[in-house]
């Protein structure tokens, strides 16, 4: 599978919110980070991740750009919300082994009525 097509089947199971699905397209080590957040490590905590996200949040990514490039794609994407965000997948031997993604976790937390950070 090409990162291109990993990236789109990724898609469809976030819209599913499957994570059992999603952690099985991550390497056994490795590494989410979401730059709001800290970064995750190991496809055990991914999991737990998405499964932590979607009990809390209703999530829908909509696909506005797929570019790949060698061993990388990217992802432009929105939400029926209006949230907008990228993502970096860097896939080795047909599984992620890295991802970083840019989104305004404040805009987030608002549409998804969730508590606001303490200052």
Not at 6 to 12: F, K, R
Not at 59 to 79: H, T
Request: net charge negative.
């Amino acid at each position: 599978m090409t990162p291109r097509d990993l990236v789109t089947a990724w898609v469809a199971a976030f819209n599913r919110a499957d994570a059992e699905a999603l952690a099985a397209f991550y390497a056994e080590d490795a590494i989410n980070h979401q730059v709001a957040e800290a970064p995750v490590q190991g496809r055990a905590a991914i999991r737990t991740m998405f499964e932590e996200g979607f009990a809390a949040a209703t999530m829908v990514c909509l696909v506005e750009n797929l570019f790949e490039d060698g061993e990388w794609a990217i992802l432009e994407w929105r939400d029926p919300l209006g949230l907008r965000g990228c993502g970096f997948f860097h896939v080795v031997d047909g599984k992620i082994a890295f991802q970083r993604g840019y989104w305004d976790k404040l805009s987030f937390l608002r549409q998804q009525g969730l508590p606001m950070p303490a200052e």
